[in-house]
């Protein structure tokens, strides 16, 4: 131990002698710190904001919606409308054994939900088996999601969107069990859909009521019409696969030329999962380089504090070479300033970049609620910390290897 407190003593005199420089260099490390910690924290924050636009929403999910005909086929004009009706879902599970959960949308849009004196106008209104929520998860501030009961006997129940409980019930509180009109239809609140992804299907969920298909189809005379087949792809499936099947499909029972491009269309929301993921992986990658890149500026500088040093100090380790001192003892002492002077430096810029994203998350929270997590990971401190480390190493290299070439005759001579 004593060995170690006298090493400690002439690192730190050895920086205290150098101050100006050790403080300019130290500035080099704990810059490129801050800027390799802050880069990744600031990723890590806009993936998680921007991640949110998809919250709820399954990465292996896909949409198909019939348009309008643009060419004419089998005795059809072009111009046709395509309407899908619920015997499309039953061909698909035949025929497209790559789906996993198939399951219809029905939607009324531009609705108005009163309660009392309050009202909420153009709201969509989204009829859907129980099953959709595996598909769109809802995140249920209150009561609970529709049934199969709800569904078998046509249940007049609603799930309503936050913006629209908000609206109508402003004193805030659990509204189930209250009920709403929409048009002549008066409808039971079972619960509260908080979700707050902002991409959403038929409109943003928090501007939206879900009701039983069945009722749907009564109040509004729909039939069996759908407006959306919603999908998932079976494990191990590309979605992708998955649509184009689906599509292919849906013209031939709908008698559509199979050139067609316009007439059926889909969406892939696994394609803008992976559009995304490659975005952040690429900025990631951007933001690392430019980290790692001031990062070892700030080793270049304290490679040159330590040649300076090493030169300055020609007779004083000229003299312990002389008394006996191995070149491995040399190396160790140099490399230990190096080290420390880079650690201390890092940890420095560690702790204050840690301390700045805890405050822009403090800034980024709204009615007690995180929007995003801004702080580094706790194995990208790990791995930073064995970095610095290893730069300190990498530093103290070409130092070490002027100081023990340096020989003792030679550093009386110069003395």
């Not at 531009?110 to 769109?136: L, Q, R, W």
Request: with cysteine.
């Amino acid at each position: 131990m004593r060995f170690d407190i006298d090493r400690f003593r002439e690192i730190a005199d050895t920086l205290r002698r150098n101050k100006s420089r050790t403080i300019l260099t130290g500035f080099g490390v704990f810059w490129g710190i801050f800027m390799l910690l802050a880069l990744l924290g600031s990723s890590n924050g806009v993936q998680g904001l921007l991640g949110m636009n998809f919250e709820g929403f399954a990465s292996n999910s896909t949409f198909v919606m019939g348009q309008t005909t643009s060419k004419p086929y089998k005795g059809f004009k072009r111009g046709r409308s395509i309407q899908f009706k619920l015997k499309d879902l039953d061909v698909i599970r035949n025929q497209v054994p790559e789906a996993d959960i198939v399951t219809p949308l029905v939607g009324a849009w531009g609705k108005s939900v009163v309660y009392d004196t309050y009202s909420f106008s153009s709201a969509s209104i989204n009829g859907v088996y129980p099953e959709y929520a595996k598909i769109e998860t809802p995140e249920m501030t209150y009561g609970r999601f529709i049934n199969d009961i709800d569904v078998a006997e046509g249940n007049k129940v609603c799930v309503i969107g936050k913006k629209i409980c908000n609206s109508l019930f402003p004193g805030g509180g659990d509204p189930c069990g209250k009920f709403v009109k929409i048009g002549s239809v008066y409808y039971e609140v079972i619960g509260v859909n908080g979700a707050a992804g902002d991409i959403h299907v038929n409109g943003g969920g928090d501007n939206s009521v879900t009701i039983p298909i069945t009722l749907v189809q009564k109040v509004y005379n729909r039939g069996n019409d759908i407006d959306l087949i919603c999908m998932t792809a079976k494990p191990g499936i590309r979605v992708s696969v998955l649509m184009n099947k689906v599509i292919d499909v849906m013209r031939r029972e709908h008698y559509v030329s199979p050139e067609d491009k316009q007439a059926i269309m889909g969406m892939n929301v696994e394609s803008l999962f992976t559009i995304m993921n490659n975005i952040f992986t690429g900025v990631d990658i951007l933001f690392l380089l430019v980290g790692i890149g001031t990062l070892l500026a700030g080793a270049i500088g304290v490679s040159n504090i330590m040649m300076v040093t090493v030169k300055e100090r020609t007779t004083e380790i000229g003299i312990r070479r002389a008394i006996g001192a191995t070149p491995k003892m040399i190396l160790s002492q140099i490399i230990s300033e190096s080290i420390t002077l880079t650690m201390l430096a890092g940890m420095l810029g560690m702790v204050f970049t840690v301390v700045l994203l805890g405050m822009v998350e403090l800034a980024m929270t709204k009615n007690g609620v995180l929007m995003a997590h801004f702080q580094v990971g706790f194995w990208q401190a790990v791995l930073t910390l064995i970095g610095l480390t290893a730069l300190g190493v990498i530093a103290g290299l070409a130092p070490a290897s002027r100081a023990m070439a340096i020989k003792p005759v030679d550093a009386m001579r110069e003395e």
